[in-house]
């Protein structure tokens, strides 16, 4: 487990305002520049020393999975891509010539720490996926590819409404920090 930092201008804050942090930015984030997943690492990498590029490739697990609508929260990909970043295996520990036993069971260890930002989300909305988590929020799926859907997504509250998508990538930056202060990879 790799240790998370705070960067200086988040480090007076006390462990029951952190999340809040978290949450609001996660919340603005996506308010202001859409992609569920992209927003939810965007708020964890504004409090913490998070390489730029783990927000960059973010991107495309928006949207239930590079915009299909079919699979994933982004919110929770992005949750577990940070999650990743300190717990998961690293190159070193991968082979493409033999097993690698110690990068297995790195693997392995790393699991716990994931499942439980998905079990946030099962208990939250009862369920990991982004179509079911819509037609919880809205009745329905939009497919924001089309103009007329994204001005209906919109109009619905999507990027405005304090229930909606924006509350989601909130509570996935929130429960993401939370996980990382409980397993101790963050100490505050």
Known sequence: MEQAKLREKYRNLSREALPE???DLGFNFEKYNFSCSQSTVAALHELLEIDDAVVKVAMPLSGGTAE????TC????????VLSYYFGRTPDKMSYKETA???IKDLFASMPVTKMLADKFVEEYGTILCPHIHRQLFGRTYWLRDQQELEKFEKAGGHSAPDKCCSVAGKGARWTLEILMDTGALKV
């Open 101 to 103: 036993k110690e990068g």
């Open 21 to 23: 942090a978290a949450y």
């Open 68 to 71: 299909q609508f079919l699979g």
């Open 74 to 81: 982004g919110a929770l990909s992005g949750g577990l891509m």
